[in-house]
């Protein structure tokens, strides 16, 4: 996929911390918007972009067309590939997917080397796809939210976000790059669908979709000095593998039931969840969990794929 792999780096946004990459894009030099512009200043100088629309509080009404993909990690060709591949952005980056609405079910972060250029383009995506009458909704995964813990356990790219120094500071909760985090969800519902990182069992549900992110965000803000339970550790809904985890030693044996409370306590028909890598994107609990982490980046070269929701109708779209 020669033009993916060439136009991959989108001009502006750049992937210049790639191991390798002898710095095409040859005559890619139209900055011509001042969105452009502030991207790239901000690749340089490690300052987040700006970008006024947030997300909401997580609870959308139904759409026609909704495109989801999972973890990225850092890889800029993956996504690039995902994005182009499902008619979401043109060859130079930009949302041409309309009114369409696309989830990336979180893990922007870790394993690899373009986060920077990833986080940035998100924040333009989610600015060109609200005034196209899309939307563009990244959520924080596990990945996100260990950066904001201080866990920096899954870095590659060590000159990323200004050195890993800056980077803790960044992130952590009130910094410059949680404040990017903070304009996101960490669970949402589009009419009757559900999208988390890990999953959401039925104590999870209790709290409440919007609860879920306004405790987040107050977390990630600073305003709240104590994170709250449902995104921290292995029970959390960044974290739980219940729907995802297929390992006869690991397997929940009455997940479908615990889908089919939580599902009801969320007022919603299924769930899409990542987190754990599948061959490729599938479903549990008569298509009720839908489990689309393919561990499509690099670090696990896996295929490149995305879940199309039309209507009532999921199926999956492949890549290659
Ligand atoms: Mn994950």
Same mark, same amino acid.
């Given at each position: 996929?020669?033009?993916?792999?060439?136009?991959?780096?989108? =001009?502006? !946004?750049?992937?210049?911390?790639?191991?390798?990459?002898?710095?095409?894009?040859?005559?890619?030099?139209?900055?011509?918007?001042?969105?452009?512009?502030?991207?790239?200043?901000?690749?340089? %100088?490690?300052?987040?972009?700006?970008?006024?629309?947030?997300?909401?509080?997580?609870?959308?009404?139904?759409?026609? *067309? #909704?495109?989801?993909?999972?973890?990225?990690?850092?890889?800029?060709?993956?996504?690039?590939?995902?994005?182009?591949?499902?008619?979401?952005?043109?060859?130079?980056?930009?949302?041409?997917?309309?009114?369409?609405?696309?989830?990336?079910?979180?893990?922007?972060?870790?394993?690899?080397?373009?986060?920077?250029?990833?986080?940035?383009?998100?924040?333009?995506?989610?600015?060109?796809?609200?005034?196209?009458?899309?939307?563009? &909704?990244?959520?924080?995964?596990? *990945?996100?939210?260990?950066?904001?813990?201080?866990?920096?356990?899954?870095?590659?790219?060590?000159?990323?976000?200004?050195?890993?120094?800056?980077?803790?500071?960044?992130? !952590?909760?009130?910094?410059?790059?949680?404040?990017?985090?903070?304009?996101?969800?960490?669970?949402?519902?589009?009419?009757?669908?559900?999208?988390? *990182? =890990?999953?959401?069992?039925?104590?999870?549900?209790?709290?409440?979709?919007?609860?879920?992110?306004?405790? !987040?965000?107050?977390?990630?803000?600073?305003?709240?000095?104590?994170?709250?339970? *449902?995104?921290?550790?292995?029970?959390?809904?960044?974290?739980?593998?219940?729907?995802?985890?297929?390992?006869?030693?690991? @397997?929940?044996?009455?997940?479908?039931?615990?889908?089919?409370?939580? &599902?009801?306590?969320?007022?919603?028909?299924? #769930?899409?969840?990542?987190?754990?890598?599948?061959? =490729? @994107?599938?479903?549990?609990?008569?298509?009720?969990?839908?489990?689309?982490?393919?561990?499509? !980046?690099?670090?696990? =070269?896996?295929?490149?794929?995305? &879940?199309?929701? %039309?209507?009532?109708?999921?199926?999956? #779209?492949?890549?290659?």
């Amino acid at each position: 996929m020669a033009l993916l792999l060439s136009g991959s780096c989108f =001009g502006a !946004a750049g992937c210049g911390a790639e191991p390798g990459d002898d710095g095409g894009d040859e005559g890619d030099s139209q900055a011509d918007t001042g969105s452009d512009e502030d991207a790239e200043e901000a690749g340089e %100088t490690g300052e987040p972009p700006p970008g006024a629309i947030e997300d909401g509080r997580g609870v959308y009404p139904d759409v026609p *067309h #909704i495109i989801a993909f999972g973890d990225v990690h850092g890889d800029f060709v993956a996504m690039a590939e995902v994005l182009l591949g499902a008619g979401i952005v043109d060859d130079e980056g930009h949302w041409i997917a309309g009114e369409t609405w696309v989830v990336q079910v979180g893990d922007q972060l870790d394993r690899g080397y373009q986060e920077e250029e990833i986080m940035n383009l998100f924040e333009q995506l989610r600015v060109e796809a609200a005034e196209a009458g899309g939307r563009f &909704l990244a959520l924080n995964g596990n *990945h996100e939210i260990m950066q904001a813990e201080g866990r920096m356990d899954y870095v590659f790219d060590l000159e990323a976000f200004g050195g890993l120094e800056a980077r803790v500071e960044a992130f !952590a909760p009130g910094g410059e790059w949680a404040l990017v985090l903070a304009k996101r969800n960490v669970i949402v519902k589009v009419g009757r669908t559900v999208f988390v *990182h =890990g999953g959401a069992l039925p104590e999870h549900a209790a709290l409440g979709i919007e609860n879920m992110n306004d405790a !987040a965000k107050a977390w990630l803000v600073g305003d709240v000095p104590t994170q709250p339970a *449902h995104i921290d550790g292995s029970g959390s809904i960044v974290w739980d593998r219940t729907y995802s985890d297929d390992d006869p030693d690991e @397997i929940v044996d009455n997940r479908c039931e615990l889908l089919t409370a939580a &599902l009801a306590a969320m007022d919603a028909d299924r #769930i899409v969840v990542a987190h754990t890598i599948q061959p =490729g @994107i599938n479903a549990i609990c008569d298509d009720r969990a839908w489990r689309i982490d393919t561990g499509m !980046a690099d670090y696990y =070269g896996g295929p490149i794929e995305a &879940l199309e929701i %039309t209507g009532d109708v999921a199926s999956v #779209i492949q890549m290659e």
